[in-house]
């Protein structure tokens, strides 16, 4: 199996800053993708930001400019760099890797972390 632990989230002012990680552990062959995900009081959840194992970012509109998602492969470990937090940008921010757990191509799988609250007021 497969286990995602976050860390990180927080209270924070508006036009503030914070950094999420996320560390993947077991079973690994590799990580294809690693990405963040929220989900706002009384919203669907929906994708932040994801990179490819290649360092490729890509990016909700609504925090273009003011994120950034990196990978450090070699700790299997993705962070979110939330700069300029406005009070929208409150959630529970989870976690997500697409993992392949052996060589073959039907071992990968989508985990997900627990979720960390990250607050923003005004």
């Known amino acids: 199996q497969v286990q995602l632990v976050e860390s990180g989230g927080g209270l924070v002012q508006s036009g503030g800053s914070l950094r999420l990680s996320c560390a993947a552990s077991?079973?690994?062959?590799?990580?294809?993708?690693m990405g963040w995900y929220r989900q706002g009081p009384g919203k669907q959840r929906e994708l932040v930001a994801s990179?490819?194992?290649?360092?490729?970012?890509d990016y909700a509109d609504s925090v273009k400019g003011r994120f950034t998602i990196s990978r450090d492969n070699a700790k299997n470990t993705v962070y979110l760099q939330m700069d300029s937090l406005k009070p929208e940008d409150t959630a529970v921010y989870y976690c997500?890797?697409?993992?392949?757990?052996?060589?073959?191509?039907?071992?990968?799988?989508?985990?997900w972390g627990q979720g960390t609250q990250v607050t923003v007021s005004s």
């Open positions: 077991g079973s690994i062959f590799s990580i294809i993708t």
């Open positions: 990179v490819t194992n290649g360092g490729t970012p």
């Open positions: 997500n890797a697409l993992v392949q757990r052996t060589y073959w191509y039907t071992s990968r799988g989508n985990y």
